[in-house]
Nanobody
Framework: QVQLVESGGGLVQPGGSLRLSCLSSGTVFSISNMGWYRQTPGKLREMVATITYTGATGYADSVKGRFTISGDFTKNAVYLQMSDLRPDDTAVYSC??????????WGEGTLVTVSS
């Protein structure tokens, strides 16, 4: 059974930084796309950043220039470096991996709280 496990969330002051990690605990073959998503109560989940096996990346406008996604497709691991964090970045951040057949795998999420 495949599980994605996120880590690195926590409480940080505005302007601070955090690095999120997501690793797969089971055997997942042929991952072609990995990404980070976030959700706050009462809102739809939104894409934060994605990366493909070719290295192409995409970011939500709200995080461009502040967040950086990276991934290791040989280890099925994806990371999100977050800088200059703002209170409205507060959310549960979840990772997603998609294999070449379009099957998605999701993590349970890690809470990021930006507050003074």
């Amino acid at each position: 059974q495949v599980q994605l496990v996120e880590s690195g969330g926590g409480l940080v002051q505005p302007g601070g930084s955090l690095r999120l990690s997501c690793l797969s605990s089971g055997t997942v073959f042929s991952i072609s796309n990995m990404g980070w998503y976030r959700q706050t109560p009462g809102k739809l989940r939104e894409m934060v950043a994605t990366i493909t096996y070719t290295g192409a990346t995409g970011y939500a406008d709200s995080v461009k220039g502040r967040f950086t996604i990276s991934g290791d497709f040989t280890k099925n691991a994806v990371y999100l470096q977050m800088s200059d964090l703002r209170p409205d970045d507060t959310a549960v951040y979840s990772c997603r991996m998609i294999n070449q057949y379009g099957v998605p795998y999701w993590g349970e999420g890690t809470l990021v709280t930006v507050s003074s």
